[in-house]
């Protein structure tokens, strides 16, 4: 599965935040901002280091 794929559905914004990876990420977002698609960018950001960097999907 590409990149795309795995972030396809995201705004700009929530595709930055399912690709970051160099350390914590703090989601700050306002009325109307699309809150409810944090769990859509949670799953996706999971999604895109499992595939893409090849992060293993197991808890050790």
Known sequence: MSEKAVTSGLVDRQQDAA???SGPLLILAGAGTG???TTTTTTA???YMVQELGIA???T
């Open 45 to 47: 950001k999971i999604a």
């Open 19 to 21: 690709m970051h990876t």
């Open 35 to 37: 809150k409810t698609t």
């Open 57 to 59: 999907s197991g808890a």
